[in-house]
Nanobody, 127 residues
Framework: QVQLVESGGGLVQAGGSLRLSCASS????????MAWFRQAPGNEREIVAGIRWSGGTTYYADSVKGRFTISRDNAKIAMYLQMNTLKPEDTAVYYCAARSGLRGLRDLRERNEYEYWGQGTQVTVSS
């Protein structure tokens, strides 16, 4: 099936920045939506930011609003997450997800709305 690949994670000091990328060599058409989720040890996977491919409508979790920016590249079918003013509580594995279409859609903030996932990239923010 479709393979999504994240990159750009790493170790950064509090207040620093990272830029995550997500790309797929398997997708030959634009998805309906893509999103970034994250999961810290012992916690559930939660939405960070999402983007609807057509029109670029975005959503941000309250915890990252004003610090993170999600974007997409239609030509490359790629997605990015610019993370600024990073905090130790941002430490988690960040996952790229994609939804192919509209059928059955209820809420793009929920992880079960996405059928394709990447392997995750570790983001560690030191205090």
């Amino acid at each position: 099936q479709v393979q999504l690949v994240e990159s750009g994670g790493g170790l950064v000091q509090a207040g620093g920045s990272l830029r995550l990328s997500c790309a797929s060599s398997a997708l030959t058409f634009s998805p309906y939506a893509m999103a970034w989720f994250r999961q810290a040890p012992g916690n559930e996977r939660e939405i960070v930011a999402g983007i609807r491919w057509s029109g670029g409508t975005t959503y941000y979790a309250d915890s990252v609003k004003g610090r993170f920016t999600i974007s997409r590249d239609n030509a490359k079918i790629a997605m990015y997450l610019q993370m600024n003013t990073l905090k130790p509580e941002d430490t988690a594995v960040y996952y790229c997800a994609a939804r192919s279409g509209l059928r059955g859609l209820r809420d793009l903030r929920e992880r079960n709305e996405y059928e394709y996932w990447g392997q995750g990239t570790q983001v560690t923010v030191s205090s």
